[in-house]
């Protein structure tokens, strides 16, 4: 037997790289590395760092090969038993609201689908909700406010075609570098093109940006409300669009008036010069090709959906959305973040883009399902959920792919939860993470190149990823245990799927399911796929419906958007300061990110020495003058303090902070050492409306040790 080539879809980033690997003929010789597929949209071949290193990342020594219970190796049979025993007897003595799912935008959109049915369909309840919630949340929000329906509008090629990029929260550089070196090229090829970079801190995204504002933190929604009011004052709104298609303008212009009524004080709240903001708004007014691109920064806020409507509000304004080059672009993190949503996977949502409010959804959803069990009304977000754990009233959670031990706001209140949780199920590749140390019940999950099924990426395209290697030891597809779970409980012929396609057949069927290709998302072109036709799919964007297999570029291009009446809608935005305040007590700001070459809680990217090398320590960046001041030098222990943990890292002295401000990564875990975990320091405070947590900002005091 000869080696064979396969094309997939890279699973770190939301850019959604298409990844070509070539197995050997024979087991005992290592996967060569990878190489970028030239065909894939995403990336032509492109690919970063992390995504080169693939091929180093599939032999682990720490897999977790056999499903245990209680610290034992069991059969898969004897821990499915377990698990549906259990679940049966909580959901007949407490009610189906006694069982959740937290799941992961690392899985993909066919093991969301499934559990996501299995609980809202069957059990009976909508806590199913996933660590996307820590991602992109607020930008959901903020679109259905806007469009009547959480859609992305652009694509990655706008990013190359616009003349203004406004880069706000993002450090793409670093978290999106594909999308990145796209960019850079497409202003090599066109020096007129402006990049401007709004970010509290000097990142790597800067060294091409022609402005940046180094804003107070958590003042971005005051900028684009400055945008707003002099976009009118210097008339470049498009007042045909803003009269056609859209609702609530006047209110929303004066609203902007009223909180940013000038430069001078829109320039004082958001911290920058007059002269900075002057430069920024003679960028917007010269030129209708303009792109705003915004990620975490944005996104992880207590107002963060506020944030995003202030933006959004700008290109209505302008009539800047459904054209080349132009739009507000929310760039997800995770490579499936987008694909969970798509099915349901978040609390507040029922299945294929509709919500338990979207009248006759509940209905038509059972109808589809031949549910029993049809939950009625949202679930618990993921901040909620983990308090409702330790409150008691959630006592079965199964956690999929995901190590909420290290990556959710306060991990000394998610300890606390899990160890009083009756069961916590964790589905997980890996044998030993900070969150396998808390499950009674593991269960060895495959991995990438392993896994078989479809993920979205930020810019609405579906691509494949295919499993290329047999799946080690006693390993098995999140989907298919979450199917013999649901047999166990008495649901067979629902969840009898026999291969995965069959369960995105069953998806895009529900998405066109008795809406006359009406829906927002509607890939009913796929319902009658055969296996074939889903190996060999190429990636395209939704929506699919019937008739249109190429897909969507862009939306919105005929103006007309998915609320009632197809007019957008502007949202009067009053600027949020962050919800903790600097104080005497906590002076400094403390915020996190990614570096360059791991990613997550490093569960894969830590098992690349390459990747390693890049940073491999835990720090904390620090302006030269606190640090002088506080008498702690480059590489010397300081403790990070707040007032709900504390964390001890190395200083790194870096004027890309400012002064009072400071910065910690967020991928080492407990295993590396407790004081490294930063989420022990950040509250659990999170924006109203998305739940989404202000993991961007917590207050905090920082000591020489
Ligand atoms: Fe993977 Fe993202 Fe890098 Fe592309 S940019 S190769 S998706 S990590």
Redo the contacts with the bound molecule.
């Keep these: 037997m000869s080696a064979t080539t396969t094309k997939t879809?890279?699973?770190?980033?939301?850019?959604?790289?298409g990844?070509k690997v070539t197995v050997p003929s024979s087991q005992s010789e290592p996967v060569p590395p990878v190489s970028?597929d030239i065909d894939h949209p995403?990336?032509f071949g492109?690919?970063?760092?992390?995504?080169?290193s693939l091929a180093s990342t599939l032999k682990s020594d720490d897999r977790l090969l056999t499903p245990i219970v209680d610290g034992k190796q069991v059969s898969w049979d004897s821990a499915l038993d377990s698990v549906s025993e259990k679940i049966s007897q909580v959901v007949k003595d407490h009610g189906p609201d006694a069982f959740a799912f937290y799941l992961s935008g690392q899985i993909l959109t066919e093991d969301y689908y499934v559990a996501n049915k299995l609980a809202k369909g069957f059990i009976g309840t909508a806590n199913v909700d996933t660590n996307s919630r820590l991602c992109m949340a607020s930008a959901v929000v903020g679109y259905k406010r806007a469009f009547g329906s959480d859609t992305v509008p652009c694509n990655y090629e706008d990013l190359e075609l616009c003349d203004l990029l406004i880069m706000i929260g993002s450090n793409a550089a670093w978290t999106?570098?594909?999308?990145f070196q796209r960019i850079v090229e497409a202003k090599k090829q066109r020096p007129n093109m402006k990049v401007v970079v709004i970010d509290p801190r000097e990142t790597a995204t800067c060294d091409i940006a022609d402005l940046h504002l180094a804003i107070t933190p958590g003042t971005d929604a005051a900028v684009f409300s400055y945008l707003l009011q002099r976009s009118a004052a210097e008339n470049i709104l498009d007042t045909d669009f803003i009269t056609e298609h859209t609702n609530g303008f006047q209110g929303t212009l004066d609203k902007a008036l009223e909180v940013t009524p000038d430069l001078s004080s829109a320039a004082e709240f958001c911290g920058v010069s007059e002269e900075s903001l002057e430069q920024l708004a003679r960028l917007w007014l010269a030129t209708d090709k303009s792109i705003s691109f915004y990620s975490q920064g944005v996104n992880q806020s207590s107002s963060g959906v506020d944030k995003c409507n202030a933006i959004i509000n700008c290109h209505l304004a302008t009539g800047r959305i459904g054209k080349e080059g132009a739009g507000p672009f929310s760039i997800t993190g995770q490579?499936n973040a987008m694909g969970g949503r798509e099915v349901g996977g978040l609390a507040n949502q029922l299945a294929a883009h509709m919500d338990f409010a979207t009248p006759g959804a509940q209905k038509l959803v059972q109808r589809f399902w031949q549910a029993p069990n049809m939950a009625t009304e949202n679930g618990l977000k993921a901040v909620d959920m983990f308090q409702a754990v330790e409150e008691g009233k959630i006592k079965v959670i199964w956690i999929m792919s995901t190590n909420p031990m290290v990556s959710l706001p306060d991990t000394a209140q998610v300890r606390r939860a899990l160890e009083k949780c009756e069961l916590v199920i964790v589905s997980d590749c890996k044998a030993h993470t900070d969150t396998t140390a808390m499950g009674d019940v593991l269960l060895p999950a495959t991995g990438w190149s392993e896994k078989d099924g479809t993920v979205t990426?930020s810019e609405r395209r579906i691509s494949r990823q295919r499993g290329l290697l047999p799946a080690p030891g006693e390993a098995q597809h999140d989907w298919w245990a979450i199917c013999e779970v649901a047999k166990r409980l008495g649901y067979q012929s629902a969840f009898s799927y026999r291969s995965v396609n069959e369960i995105f057949v069953e998806h895009a069927a529900l998405s066109a399911f008795e809406n006359n290709g009406k829906r927002d998302f509607d890939i009913g072109h796929f319902s009658q796929m055969s296996k074939e036709e889903y190996d060999a799919l190429v990636p395209v964007q939704w929506p699919v419906p019937k008739g249109r297999p190429e897909g969507t570029k862009r939306m919105f291009e005929d103006g007309r958007f998915f609320t009632p009446d197809k007019k957008a809608k502007f949202i009067p935005i009053t600027p949020q300061l962050p919800i903790n305040k600097a104080s005497s007590e906590w002076p400094f700001t403390f915020n996190t990110g990614r570096v360059r070459d791991q990613?997550h809680t490093m569960t894969r990217t830590g098992d690349s020495a390459l990747l390693t090398k890049h940073t491999d320590q835990p720090y904390v960046e620090i302006h030269p003058k606190d640090a002088k001041m506080l008498g702690i030098g480059d590489k010397s222990l300081v403790r990070l303090i707040s007032s709900v943990g504390e964390a001890l890292l190395k200083a790194k002295i870096s004027q890309g902070v400012a002064p009072g401000n400071v910065f910690s990564p967020i991928h080492w875990t407990q295993q590396f050492a407790n004081s490294a975990v930063v989420s022990n320091l950040i509250p659990q405070v999170f924006d109203p409306l998305s739940g989404q947590p202000e993991s961007k900002h917590a207050q905090v005091k920082v000591e020489a040790v």
């Design positions: 879809t890279c699973p770190y980033c939301g850019v959604g790289c990844v970028g995403a990336n492109r690919l970063c760092v992390k995504g080169s999106h570098p594909i999308l490579p990426n990613w």
